[in-house]
C-alpha cells in the first residue's frame, strides 16, 4: 500500500474512538469533528516523517484536544499561538501512554454514545443515516449524496439540520448504566440495520453505487460485536449482514433485474462471509436468548447452506418464522412466513394465511407479487394477472417493476400453471 | 526447525482496507509464499477470521466458554505461517520478507514443538 493509503486506512479505523473521545473532552459534536479534523491534518503532515505512531487513536485524540483547546485559547486572547508549543510536536512514549489510560476505560461508552446520537427519536431514518455515516463512519458528504442518490447541496443541508436537532437535544454525556447501555444497543443495532437496508434494497442499476452502505454497516456491526462481544443480538445482527451481503453479487443480472434466491447461481455467493456469519450464529445460539436478528440470521443461515435450491430446509424455515412473528408481530413477517409455508403445505394453505393481511398490506409491493405467485401455482391465472398488475403499480424500484413483468409475460405465453417463483429474497 | 509465524496486526485498521487495498497486500504476499513454497519450505497458511467470531476456552475447572478471542489487546492474531528454517535468523528473514510485502503490525515467530500435516484437510 502507498503511504497516503495506508494513512487513510489508519484514520478511517481510528476516528469512530477518536471522534467519541474528543466528544467526552468537548461535549459538542462540530467542536469534536473540527478537532479530530485538524489532528488527521497534522498526521498527514507527520506520520509519513516521523512513521506512524504505535496507537493512532490515541495520537489523534491526544493531537486534536491540544489542537482545540489552542483555538479556544487564541479565540479568547485574540492572540497568537506562543512559539515553543511543544505540546503537539513532541508526543512522546510517556504521553500515548497516559492519552491510553484516560480513554481506555471510556472508549466503549465513547464509541457507543456517538452512534447513539445519530439514532435520536426525533430524527427521521434517513438523517439518522446519513449523521452516522458522516460523524461515525467519516464519509463525506460527497460519498453520502452519491449513495442516497441526491445532490451534495441537498445532503449537506439534511446533515446540517439533523446536527442541529441533535444539538437541541442535549446529548447524554454521563456514563451510562447497565439498562440505558442496552437501550442504547438496541437503537444503534436499529440503525446499522437501517444502514443496511439502505443499501440492500437499491436496485440493479443503482446496486453498486450503494453497495458501500452494505460494507459500511457491516463495519460498524462488527465494531460493535467487538466492544459488546459477549450480546447474542449483535452477533445475530452481524450474522445477518455478512449472510445477506454474501450473496450480493448473484442478486442481480446484467440488465440489472433482480434474481430471486432460487434462481441465483449459488456459485457467486462469498463463502467467507458466509463461514464468518455461521460462526457468529454459532456463538449467539449457545446463550440460549434468542431474538429477532439471532432469528432472521438463522433464517439467512438456512439458505446459505442449501448448495441447490431443493436442499432449502423449509420446515425448519418455517417454524423459525413462527418464532419471529411471536418475537415481533408484524404482517410482513407472516407474509415471509407463508412464503416458507408453500413450500411446506402448498399454496392453498399459504393463500389462506396471507388473506387476512390484505386490509394492512393493501400498498405493499411484496403483498401482491407474492400472493400472484401464490395464485398462479393454483392455476387461478387471471387473478393472478390482477395482482401483478397491482404490483407494479406498487413497485419502488425499476428493478421491481422489471421482475413482476417477467411474471406477467410468463402469464401472456401461456395459461398453464407455472412452476412457482415466490419471493423469498 | 519448524518456525511458526503468528501474524498480529490491528483488525479495524485491517478492516478498514478496501477490497482492492486488501486483494494488493494478498498478491504481494503470494509472491512470498510462491519463493519459500518452491524452497519446499512452506507449511500450512492460514489467514483467521475476525476476532469477533472467536470462542475462547478457559481451561478452569470446569472450563469457561467466553465469547470472544483470548487477549484483549490493541493488535490480534489474525493468520499463521509454518515455514521449515534452519535458526531463528532464518526465520526472521522470512518474517521481514512478508512484513515489506504487508507493513504494520507486527509477527511473533515461535519455533514449533510438535507438527501433524493433517494431510486429510482440504
Redesign the interface.
Known sequence: ?TDT??ID??L???RPQAVGALLRYFRDLDTAEEAFQNACLRALKSWPQNG?PR??ASWLIMVGRNAAIDEVRRGRRQEPLPEDDRSISDLDDTEEALAERLDGSHYRDDILRLLFICCHPDLPPTQQIALALRIVSGLTVRQIARAFLVTEAAMEQRITRAKARVADAGVPFETPGAIERSERLAAVAAMIYLIFNEGYSASGDTADTRKPLCEEAI?LA??L??LF??EPEI?GL?ALLLLQHARADARFDAEGTLILLEDQDRSKWNQ?LI??GL??ID?AM?HRQSGPYQIQAAIAALHSRAERPEDTDWKQIDLLYGALELVQPSPVVTLNRAVAMSKVQGAQAALDMIEPLAPRLSNYFHFFGVRGAFLIQLGRNEEARVAFDRAIALANTSAEAAHIRMHLDRLMRDSKPREKKAKTD | MLYAILCYHDEDFVGSWTKEQDAAVMTKLAVVQEKLHKQGRLGPVARLLPTTAATTLRKENPPLVLDGPYAETKEQLLGFYLVDCKNLDEALDVARDLGAANPGGAYEIRPVGMFAPGGALK
Open positions: 500500500m493509503a495506508w486506512a489508519a478511517t479505523s481510528a506512524p496507537d493512532p463495519r462488527r465494531l460485536l467487538r462481544q459477549s452477533m452481524t467467507k463461514a464468518e460462526a457468529l456463538k449457545r
